[in-house]
């Protein structure tokens, strides 16, 4: 009998950055860095058994490197759109993405994802 697939939890990176003005405006790379960090640290609050972290960043944030506990994925374009063609390719795997943007929001409920906001993952 094979265990299920741990929950897929999608992090819009950009968008939870943005929802506290800390300066990030600033440094974009070092906050998105500190986001994967906290993650990697404390994980997704609430949310019990093996999760698998993908944390989304863009412009000038890619390249931000991967750590154990969270998988970085620097969108080639939108991160919205990489958002979307990630949870597209999850199948029936479940899904957990966390974002405020709300055609974001509908775009992945659509593909049967659950969405929480910024503050299930910011201090």
Known sequence: MNAPE???????A?????SVPDGWWRDRRGAAERLRDRLATHGVPGVSGPVEIVLVVEGA??????????????????????IVE?????GDRPVLVITADRELRDRVTALG???AGPRTVRP
């Open 86 to 90: 990630t949870v597209a390719s999850a």
């Open 14 to 18: 950009a968008n939870v950055v943005g």
């Open 61 to 82: 944030a890619r390249g931000v490197e991967s750590v154990p506990g969270v998988r970085v994925s620097s969108a080639p374009g939108s991160g919205d759109d990489h």
């Open 6 to 12: 741990p929950l897929l939890v999608v992090v819009d």
């Open 113 to 115: 994802a659950k969405v």
